[in-house]
């Protein structure tokens, strides 16, 4: 708390005397024209903010992020920035009517602003760097605003961690979620992946805005030894990992969608040796046990199910 205070008025000094005054003056003419009819910058940027906001430690903790670095003149604090209102608009009306709500870009769900407003001044410097892909994503096209998942006064924005993520991300995303619980599933919870992993976050040209082309790709890209090409291609494999694996989690050992030899015959129905359990003369038909289903299961003797370089590894046995 006491910390909180003493870097808030050192803030308030930088401020004061080190920056001095962004005011309409300043504004790039081109904003400043297409701002006017709707509202006016406040003369004195920060400063007039900070003259009813300095007081609440949640404000202030902007100071402590990268926004707030008065050197980089990309950022709202930079040489000309519009500091406060590079994110929140023009907050002159906000500040005659001594701090009405409603004519001020405010942030979270019982904002009075739309999604596009909300979002447009973040976009505005974030287009060109890490939102690029924004307008081509799902969260673009479902009306989700940035700080949806970003908090910006604070020194650390949870969503970056994978601790922040299994929280923010599942919160709308409630089976994936409730997969994190099952047997089998990705190291998430131990902070060692996070959904950023496999999928990014604003958007992409890939399936279900994953981190590269295709799921393959993805998958192969931290378990290469499954990567192939391999002398004798299992088809399902190469097309697509997720025939057999659900990515997010399972109640079946390794991800697996089905159990061995269920998940084998949901392909492999052909009378005789591989699907014997289902047929006439299988188990459910009454018939003897077969042999191959009591040794334990498909993977027992086709141990190489994602594909094999063994010359006679045609059967997937070697
Ligand atoms: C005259 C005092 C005053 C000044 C100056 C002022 N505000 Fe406010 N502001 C308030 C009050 C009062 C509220 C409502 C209570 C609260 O959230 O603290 C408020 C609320 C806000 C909110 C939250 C809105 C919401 O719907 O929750 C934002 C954002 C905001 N102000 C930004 C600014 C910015 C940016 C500036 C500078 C351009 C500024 N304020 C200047 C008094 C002021
Ligand atoms: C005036 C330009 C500007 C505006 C407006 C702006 N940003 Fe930034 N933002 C920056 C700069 C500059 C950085 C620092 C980039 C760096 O150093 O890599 C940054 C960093 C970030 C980061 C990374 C922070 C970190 O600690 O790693 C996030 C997240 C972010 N911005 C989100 C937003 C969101 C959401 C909005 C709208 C509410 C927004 N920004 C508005 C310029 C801006
Ligand atoms: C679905 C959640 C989500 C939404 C919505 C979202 N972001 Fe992000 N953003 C993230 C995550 C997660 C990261 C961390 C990236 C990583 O770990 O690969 C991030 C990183 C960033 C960074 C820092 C990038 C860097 O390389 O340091 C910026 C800047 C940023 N986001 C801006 C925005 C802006 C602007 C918007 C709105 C147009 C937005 N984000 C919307 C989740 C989101
Ligand atoms: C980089 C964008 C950005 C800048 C710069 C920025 N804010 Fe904010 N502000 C936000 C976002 C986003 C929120 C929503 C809460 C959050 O993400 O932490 C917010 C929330 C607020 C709130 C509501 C807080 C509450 O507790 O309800 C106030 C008041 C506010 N900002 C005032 C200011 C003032 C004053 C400044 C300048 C000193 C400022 N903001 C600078 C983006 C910004
Ligand atoms: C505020 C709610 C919200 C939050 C928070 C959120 N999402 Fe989403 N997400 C959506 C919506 C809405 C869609 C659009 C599709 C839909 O309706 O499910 C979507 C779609 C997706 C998709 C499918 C993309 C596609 O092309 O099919 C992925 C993947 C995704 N989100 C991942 C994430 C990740 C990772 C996070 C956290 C970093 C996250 N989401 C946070 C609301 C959210
Ligand atoms: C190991 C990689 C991986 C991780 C980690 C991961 N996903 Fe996915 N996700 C995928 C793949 C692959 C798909 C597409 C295939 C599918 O739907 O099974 C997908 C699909 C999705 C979809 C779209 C589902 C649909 O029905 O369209 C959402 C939403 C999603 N993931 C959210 C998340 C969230 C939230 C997290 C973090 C809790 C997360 N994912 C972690 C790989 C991953
Ligand atoms: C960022 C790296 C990364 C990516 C991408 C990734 N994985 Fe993993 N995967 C891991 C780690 C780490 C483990 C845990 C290994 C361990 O505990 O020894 C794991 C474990 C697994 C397991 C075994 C789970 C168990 O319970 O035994 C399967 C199956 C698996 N991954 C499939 C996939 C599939 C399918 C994809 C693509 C959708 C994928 N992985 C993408 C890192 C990754
Ligand atoms: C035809 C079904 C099928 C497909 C498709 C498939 N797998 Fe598997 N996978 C299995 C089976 C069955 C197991 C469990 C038996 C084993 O450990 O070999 C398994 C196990 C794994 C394991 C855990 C291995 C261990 O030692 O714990 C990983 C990792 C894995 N698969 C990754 C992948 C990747 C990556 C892809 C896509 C390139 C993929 N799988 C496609 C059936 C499949
Ligand atoms: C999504 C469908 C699918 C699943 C699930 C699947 N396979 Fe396959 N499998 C195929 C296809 C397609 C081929 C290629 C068939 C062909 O060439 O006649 C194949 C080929 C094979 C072959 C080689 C056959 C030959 O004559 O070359 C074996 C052995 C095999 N699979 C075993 C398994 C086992 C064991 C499992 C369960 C772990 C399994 N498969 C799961 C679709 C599947
Ligand atoms: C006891 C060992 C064993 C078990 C268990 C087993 N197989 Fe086989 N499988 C074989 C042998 C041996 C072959 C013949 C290999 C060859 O032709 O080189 C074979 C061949 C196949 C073929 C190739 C098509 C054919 O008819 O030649 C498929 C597909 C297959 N098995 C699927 C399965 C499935 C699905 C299961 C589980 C329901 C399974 N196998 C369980 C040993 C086994």
Redesign the pocket.
């Known amino acids: 708390m006491t910390r909180v205070k003493r870097s808030a008025a050192a803030a308030l000094v930088l401020l004061l005397g080190g920056i001095g005054h962004v005011g309409a003056a300043s504004v790039p003419e081109k904003d400043a024209a297409a701002h006017a009819a709707a509202s006016a910058y406040s003369p004195q940027g920060a400063d007039t903010c900070l003259g009813c906001h300095a007081s609440n430690p949640g404000v202030m903790a902007i100071f402590h992020t990268k926004h707030a670095r008065p050197g980089d003149p990309r950022g709202p604090f930079g040489h000309g920035g519009l500091q406060c209102e590079a994110c929140h608009g023009p907050g002159g009306a906000h500040v005659d009517a001594m701090g009405d709500t409603s004519k001020i870009i405010a942030f979270g769900p019982k904002s009075h602003s739309t999604v596009q407003q909300q979002n447009a001044n973040c976009l505005g410097c974030h287009q060109s760097n890490a939102a690029h892909d924004w307008a081509s994503g799902a969260h673009a096209a479902g009306d989700v605003a940035c700080t949806s998942c970003h908090q910006l006064h604070t020194a650390k924005d949870p969503v970056q961690t994978a601790a922040g993520q299994i929280e923010i991300c599942a919160g709308c995303h409630q089976a994936e979620h409730a997969d994190l619980d099952k047997l089998s599933r990705h190291p998430l919870r131990e902070g060692k992946m996070a959904c950023t992993s496999c999928h990014s976050p604003h958007g992409s040209t890939a399936p279900a805005q994953l981190v590269r082309n295709t ?2 790709e993805t ?2 890209s ?2 290469a ?4 090409p391999f002398l004798w291609e ?1 088809q ?10 659900n990515p997010h989690g399972s109640v079946q ?4 969608k089905l159990r ?1 030899p269920f ?2 015959q949901t ?1 492999h129905e052909g009378a005789g040796h591989p699907s014997m359990l289902n047929t006439p003369q299988g188990l459910a038909g009454g018939g003897a046990p077969s042999a191959f289903l009591l040794a334990g299961g ?2 027992n003797c086709h ?4 594909g094999s370089n063994h010359p006679s590894g045609r059967a997937f046995m070697r």
């Open positions: 799921v393959n998958c192969t931290c378990h030894e499954y990567r192939g299992h399902p494999v190469a097309e697509d990992c997720t025939n057999c694996h050992p390794a991800l697996l061995p998940l084998c392909c498909c993977i141990s190489q199910i994602h």
